[in-house]
């Protein structure tokens, strides 16, 4: 039998205040985009010293020695799969980091939306109150005039 946690508090928490959430998912990205730039310029740094580490063991391993050709096509290749792959995932951090700038824009405009809809609704009764009371001063008004017609409305 398998027990799940209950992560609902927790994104509630993450929830409460929109701005925050987007704010730090920007400032999240921005830091993944930082790391992932710093490891692929130690990739590069390694992958250019790899290349020379590979030319001075040649002499030493008598295997790298006569097979030179396929083991420097190799080491080129895994160097290309892990450029690939850095590119992938900057591409993603960066996609992340537009998407979390779309959230937050979004949100300003769904709050800027919501206060001028509560502005108009606090208009709309401010002006529904003060047509209740010029009604209501209408009505003592005539109510006090003593004698009432047919015609009075």
Do not use: C
């Amino acid at each position: 039998m398998t027990t799940q946690h209950d992560h609902t508090p927790y994104l509630d928490q993450l929830h409460d205040d929109p701005h925050t959430f987007w704010e730090s998912r920007i400032k999240a990205s921005r830091w993944m985009i930082a790391k992932t730039l710093a490891l692929g310029a130690a990739a590069a740094t390694l992958g250019v010293l790899g290349q020379g580490w590979l030319e001075d063991g040649a002499p030493l391993l008598p295997i790298i020695s006569q097979n030179y050709g396929i083991w420097q096509t190799i080491y080129v290749l895994a160097l290309l799969v892990i450029f690939l792959l850095w590119a992938a995932a900057m591409r993603q951090k960066i996609g992340l980091l537009q998407n979390s700038k779309r959230g937050l824009a979004t949100q300003y405009r769904i709050d800027e939306q919501n206060a001028r809809r509560e502005e108009r609704a606090r208009a709309t009764r401010e002006r529904r109150e003060q047509l209740r009371e010029e009604r209501a001063e209408h009505t003592i008004y005539h109510k006090a005039g003593g004698r009432s017609n047919k015609f009075d409305y």
